[in-house]
């Protein structure tokens, strides 16, 4: 039996336009403008992160990165995995910030 696991960065698809949120993320950010920030970051087309998939499930990867931004979560997570989760926050909260 294999198993890889998919890793996706930001994909150039809907999917931030078209989520649902939750009622105390509704009244704080403006979706619109949050799906508009998601497309400029999503650098990675479906069909690339496709390819990639297939090429890595082939190749019989444990772990399959899907974009530059997803590889660079991959370096941060290994090199400070005691810090990431806070990093990590810092950078979303800073994002909504924006958006506010």
């Given at each position: 039996?294999?198993?890889?696991?998919?890793?996706?960065?930001?994909?150039?698809?809907?999917?931030?336009?078209?989520?649902r949120?939750?009622?105390?993320?509704?009244g704080?950010?403006?979706?619109?403008?949050?799906g508009?920030?998601?497309?400029?970051?999503?650098?990675?087309?479906?069909?690339?992160a496709?390819r990639?998939i297939?090429?890595?499930?082939?190749g019989?990867?444990?772990?399959?990165l899907?974009?530059p931004?997803a590889?660079?979560?991959?370096?941060v997570?290994?090199?400070?995995p005691a810090?990431y989760?806070?990093?990590l926050?810092?950078?979303?909260?800073g994002?909504s910030?924006?958006?506010?």
């Amino acid at each position: 039996m294999r198993l890889s696991v998919v890793h996706p960065g930001g994909i150039a698809t809907n999917i931030a336009r078209n989520a649902r949120t939750g009622v105390n993320l509704r009244g704080a950010v403006n979706v619109a403008e949050l799906g508009d920030r998601f497309a400029k970051l999503a650098r990675t087309s479906p069909e690339a992160a496709a390819r990639r998939i297939i090429r890595g499930i082939e190749g019989n990867e444990p772990r399959i990165l899907i974009g530059p931004d997803a590889r660079m979560l991959d370096v941060v997570q290994r090199l400070m995995p005691a810090r990431y989760w806070t990093a990590l926050a810092r950078i979303f909260k800073g994002m909504s910030d924006d958006l506010v």
